[in-house]
């Protein structure tokens, strides 16, 4: 066997701590992904991978009247040149860019499949062509005239544009959604006129607030149209943080039919919504019997989007059909605003609205500025030459004789006619039919409209109020290209207050209407039991369970339960349990303490009054719309301390009261003598040397006092009949009639 050899240590491995390690990768990373990935540069609204697809494309000349050309081509040239990532990430980004469905103003005007609504993909980049927009091209006017500032592509091998001159607002006329590392993005389209009317007022007003502003800038102007509802005060606050969102609703009209009929039919849906998607949602609520206003829907759009919605009934109020539709689904869609973007490029911000077309602005001058300096330098430098060609006509001879016989014709020239090198050269590379005679008019013309030109760029560089008369300019031109009154410019999206409703009316429409039997046993389990079941004789229950109480009720029903501890519990039917198996205990749907039981449960109807007590034997008359909670944890209404609890309820139908405790004593008084209270511990009703409280009820005088013993046979006694038990509040009271049940129970309903 051989020597088994090991490797030498290299002498340059150094140890890191892996935390110091991890931070550094990660910051890195988390930097990239802002700086070059997910945030729009305030200035031009572009993230990299689309500035870069648009430059590829003018480089390919694809302006907006040239042939269309492969987006295969266009996307080979992005990826090979600027963007070295995935094809299909840069075909995707461009595609988005095409849409008019997703982009407000389209920066590609694509030919062939790009997608639609429905959220079908575009065809593969060998089958689409693509160039660019109006948009598109206002955006790169001047990147040839040193607008911008360039910088080497990844490879070296050429250069990019740090930002493109940007002369449409695309930042907030076309919005930018994006997720970066502990960041995100999210802007929605506006409209580029009333932005242009708002930049025009912050030139004059550079201090103007963003609330100003509101006054041109109404909201977002989403492709797809639809309706914001949301308030002026919370749009204002949104524009003036940057973050915020809106709550933006389908556009939907009702169309009458034959003989009574009618239906909605959907327009406009809201943006970034995919039709095909949001009609197969509310068939799946359909079948799950969760829409039962809706009877069906189908969708009729062609070339516009057409959604037919159709109620279960003539008599269905389309205002609450619709309602419960935006509650459940994407008909009402929460748009996000986090106007986060790279300031200057470089530093990434929350701004607001007046900040982010500040600094739209200031790119404007910067650009101007910059193109007017290129422009500067261009026409000193054709003035020159224009001053050797002046020396060269006026002196035409001369000039032969010295090219035609000197050696160095260059020098010669500069020394006799005190030329510069710039114009030597010039002159020695004019062509032999310049030298006509009608050159020199055309020369000194030229010469002429150049200094006039200079004067005034002179003028645009040594004044900032010419500088910015001058972007005002050039942002009145971009409004009257997307005014109100062109196709693309018309705003879209309206504004409304979104409608009220009777809360209750709504949770109904939401769930089928039929009627149940609510089922409770001793411990607390719960179930529902189709239609109204008389007998429960067959209910099977667990081991040492038994029913408790049952109540018939429907499924749009709420339920209201009293627990010992004086709290009242909200229940929806709906949400209840089946009637298969044992149930659920009811702690499943409230909050209720483990020491607590169940006193009553019964149907919420709203508007009657009860009268409530406790074991001490104390009580209060309280509304029933006083006892409902909008909670788990339930509402306090007779304060309990344990072992106080409360015992009992009855409906308040009556004008006497007549209660029982434990040690069978009978006290009947006049009702006036409780007082009515929202909560508390409320007056004492009976007096008791041992035990408390065990029943109560409220009935009329003159009909007298009626109860059911176990077998569910009534009795009743008259008010003269009952005359040794009347008495006053807070009495003992005696014992009982006779037939009165040894449960110490009047046995009777909640009315």
Same mark, same amino acid.
């Given at each position: 066997?051989?020597?088994?050899?090991?490797? +030498?240590?290299?002498?340059?491995?150094?140890?890191?701590?892996?935390?110091? %390690?991890?931070?550094?990768?990660?910051?890195?990373?988390?930097?990239?992904?802002?700086?070059?990935? %997910?945030?729009?540069?305030?200035?031009?609204?572009?993230?990299?991978?689309?500035?870069?697809?648009?430059?590829?494309?003018?480089?390919?000349?694809?302006?907006?009247?040239?042939?269309?050309?492969?987006?295969?081509?266009?996307?080979?040239?992005?990826?090979?040149?600027?963007?070295?990532?995935?094809?299909?990430?840069?075909?995707?980004?461009?595609?988005?860019?095409?849409?008019?469905?997703?982009?407000?103003?389209?920066?590609?005007?694509?030919?062939?499949?790009?997608?639609?609504?429905?959220?079908?993909?575009?065809?593969?980049?060998?089958?689409?062509?693509?160039?660019?927009?109006?948009?598109?091209?206002? &955006?790169?006017?001047?990147?040839?005239?040193?607008?911008?500032?360039?910088?080497?592509?990844?490879?070296?091998?050429?250069? @990019?544009?740090?930002?493109?001159?940007?002369?449409?607002?695309?930042?907030? %006329?076309?919005?930018?959604?994006?997720?970066?590392?502990?960041?995100?993005?999210?802007?929605?389209?506006?409209?580029?006129?009333?932005?242009?009317?708002?930049?025009?007022?912050?030139?004059?007003?550079? #201090?103007?607030? =963003?609330?100003?502003?509101?006054?041109?800038?109404?909201?977002?102007?989403?492709?797809?149209?639809?309706?914001?509802?949301?308030?002026?005060?919370?749009?204002?606050?949104?524009?003036?943080?940057?973050?915020?969102?809106?709550?933006?609703?389908?556009?939907?009209?009702?169309?009458?039919?034959?003989?009574?009929?009618?239906?909605?039919?959907?327009?406009?849906?809201?943006?970034?919504?995919?039709?095909?998607?949001?009609?197969?949602?509310?068939?799946?609520?359909?079948?799950?019997?969760?829409?039962?206003?809706?009877?069906?829907?189908?969708?009729?759009?062609?070339?516009?989007?057409?959604?037919?919605?159709?109620?279960?009934?003539?008599?269905?109020?389309?205002?609450?059909? $619709?309602?419960?539709?935006?509650?459940?689904?994407?008909?009402?869609?929460?748009?996000?605003?986090?106007?986060?973007?790279?300031?200057?490029?470089?530093?990434?911000?929350?701004?607001?609205?007046?900040?982010?077309?500040?600094?739209?602005?200031?790119?404007?001058?910067?650009?101007?500025?910059?193109?007017?300096?290129?422009?500067?330098?261009?026409?000193?430098?054709?003035?020159? /030459?224009?001053?050797?060609?002046?020396?060269?006509?006026?002196?035409?001879?001369?000039?032969?004789?010295?090219?035609?016989?000197?050696?160095?014709?260059? +020098?010669?020239?500069?020394? %006799?006619?005190?030329?510069?090198?710039?114009?030597?050269?010039?002159?020695?590379? !004019?062509?032999?039919?310049?030298?006509?005679?009608?050159?020199?008019?055309?020369?000194?013309?030229?010469?002429?409209? &150049?200094?006039?030109?200079?004067?005034?760029?002179?003028?645009?560089?040594?004044?900032?109020?010419?500088?910015?008369?001058?972007?005002?300019?050039?942002?009145?031109?971009?409004?009257?290209?997307?005014?109100?009154?062109?196709?693309?410019?018309?705003?879209?999206?309206?504004?409304? #207050?979104?409608?009220?409703?009777?809360?209750?009316?709504?949770?109904?429409?939401?769930?089928?209407?039929?009627?149940?039997?609510?089922?409770? =046993?001793?411990?607390?389990?719960?179930?529902?039991?189709?239609?109204?079941?008389?007998?429960?004789?067959?209910?099977?229950?667990?081991?040492?369970?038994?029913?408790?109480?049952?109540?018939?009720? @429907?499924?749009?029903?709420?339920?209201?339960?009293?627990?010992?501890?004086?709290?009242?519990?909200?229940?929806?039917?709906?949400?209840? +349990?089946?009637?298969?198996?044992?149930?659920?205990?009811?702690? !499943?749907?409230? #909050?209720?303490?483990?020491?607590?039981?169940?006193?009553?449960?019964?149907?919420?109807?709203?508007?009657?009054?009860?009268?409530?007590?406790?074991?001490?034997?104390?009580?209060?008359? /309280?509304?029933?719309?006083?006892?409902?909670?909008?909670?788990?944890?339930?509402?306090?209404? &007779?304060?309990?301390? $344990?072992?106080?609890?409360?015992?009992?309820?009855?409906?308040?139908?009556?004008?006497?009261?007549?209660?029982?405790?434990?040690?069978?004593?009978?006290?009947?008084?006049? &009702?006036?003598?409780? +007082?009515?209270?929202?909560?508390?511990?409320? /007056?004492?009703?009976?007096?008791?040397?041992?035990?408390?409280?065990?029943?109560?009820?409220?009935?009329?005088?003159?009909?007298?006092?009626?109860?059911?013993?176990?077998?569910?046979? @009534?009795?009743?006694?008259? $008010?003269?009949?009952?005359?040794?038990?009347?008495?006053?509040?807070?009495?003992?009271?005696?014992?009982?009639?006779?037939?009165?049940?040894?449960?110490?129970?009047?046995?009777?309903?909640?009315?």
């Amino acid at each position: 066997m051989g020597k088994r050899l090991i490797p +030498p240590e290299p002498a340059d491995i150094e140890d890191v701590a892996l935390r110091t %390690a991890l931070e550094e990768r990660y910051l890195a990373y988390a930097l990239s992904t802002i700086m070059h990935r %997910a945030l729009p540069d305030a200035r031009d609204g572009l993230k990299p991978v689309h500035r870069r697809i648009l430059y590829g494309m003018r480089l390919l000349r694809l302006d907006p009247g040239a042939p269309f050309k492969k987006s295969a081509k266009i996307v080979g040239d992005v990826m090979g040149s600027f963007h070295p990532h995935g094809d299909q990430a840069i075909y995707d980004a461009m595609v988005r860019l095409a849409q008019d469905f997703s982009s407000r103003y389209p920066l590609v005007d694509g030919q062939g499949n790009f997608g639609n609504i429905d959220g079908d993909n575009a065809a593969a980049y060998r089958y689409t062509e693509a160039r660019m927009t109006d948009v598109a091209r206002l &955006l790169l006017d001047g990147i040839d005239e040193d607008g911008v500032e360039f910088r080497a592509n990844y490879d070296g091998q050429s250069k @990019e544009p740090v930002v493109l001159p940007g002369g449409f607002p695309n930042l907030l %006329a076309n919005g930018a959604q994006g997720i970066a590392v502990g960041m995100a993005t999210a802007i929605p389209p506006h409209n580029a006129a009333e932005l242009c009317d708002a930049a025009l007022h912050l030139i004059d007003k550079p #201090d103007a607030k =963003s609330r100003a502003l509101l006054k041109w800038v109404k909201g977002p102007d989403f492709p797809t149209g639809g309706v914001i509802i949301d308030s002026k005060e919370s749009i204002a606050e949104a524009y003036a943080t940057g973050r915020g969102a809106f709550r933006t609703r389908a556009r939907w009209h009702q169309e009458e039919g034959a003989r009574g009929t009618w239906v909605v039919v959907v327009t406009e849906i809201p943006w970034l919504v995919q039709k095909s998607r949001l009609i197969e949602k509310i068939a799946e609520l359909l079948n799950d019997k969760k829409l039962p206003l809706l009877g069906d829907i189908r969708d009729e759009s062609a070339e516009d989007i057409r959604i037919v919605i159709e109620p279960k009934s003539r008599n269905v109020d389309p205002e609450l059909l $619709m309602e419960s539709l935006f509650r459940l689904t994407e008909l009402e869609s929460r748009i996000s605003l986090n106007l986060n973007v790279l300031v200057k490029g470089r530093i990434p911000k929350v701004v607001g609205l007046a900040e982010a077309l500040r600094e739209w602005l200031d790119h404007l001058r910067d650009v101007l500025l910059r193109r007017s300096n290129y422009r500067k330098a261009q026409i000193e430098h054709r003035l020159e /030459v224009l001053g050797g060609y002046l020396v060269a006509y006026l002196n035409i001879d001369e000039v032969i004789r010295i090219i035609r016989t000197e050696d160095e014709p260059k +020098p010669a020239l500069m020394k %006799a006619f005190k030329l510069t090198e710039v114009q030597a050269d010039a002159i020695l590379n !004019m062509r032999l039919r310049s030298l006509r005679k009608l050159e020199e008019m055309e020369i000194r013309t030229e010469d002429k409209n &150049l200094r006039a030109e200079l004067k005034g760029i002179n003028a645009v560089l040594g004044s900032e109020a010419e500088q910015w008369k001058k972007v005002a300019e050039q942002v009145r031109k971009v409004r009257e290209m997307f005014g109100p009154k062109t196709p693309l410019g018309k705003r879209r999206t309206a504004f409304a #207050d979104a409608p009220e409703h009777d809360l209750a009316a709504i949770e109904e429409a939401f769930v089928e209407r039929e009627p149940v039997t609510v089922v409770v =046993s001793d411990k607390g389990w719960v179930r529902t039991l189709k239609g109204h079941v008389e007998d429960l004789s067959g209910l099977s229950f667990k081991t040492d369970d038994r029913l408790g109480f049952a109540f018939f009720a @429907e499924t749009t029903s709420k339920i209201l339960l009293l627990a010992t501890n004086g709290r009242f519990y909200a229940l929806d039917v709906a949400k209840l +349990p089946g009637g298969r198996g044992h149930g659920e205990p009811i702690r !499943m749907f409230i #909050d209720m303490e483990q020491d607590a039981a169940i006193v009553t449960m019964f149907v919420n109807t709203g508007g009657r009054k009860f009268l409530v007590a406790s074991h001490e034997g104390q009580g209060f008359v /309280v509304n029933e719309d006083d006892c409902v909670g909008t909670t788990r944890k339930g509402k306090q209404v &007779l304060n309990v301390d $344990m072992p106080n609890e409360a015992r009992a309820l009855t409906t308040v139908v009556g004008d006497t009261v007549a209660v029982i405790g434990d040690n069978r004593k009978l006290l009947i008084f006049p &009702l006036d003598q409780v +007082p009515e209270m929202a909560r508390g511990r409320g /007056v004492r009703l009976q007096k008791y040397k041992d035990g408390g409280l065990s029943d109560i009820t409220v009935f009329t005088a003159k009909d007298g006092l009626k109860w059911r013993d176990s077998a569910g046979r @009534e009795f009743s006694a008259t $008010m003269k009949e009952l005359a040794e038990w009347r008495g006053h509040r807070a009495d003992a009271g005696r014992l009982p009639p006779k037939g009165f049940p040894k449960s110490n129970k009047f046995g009777l309903p909640i009315a």
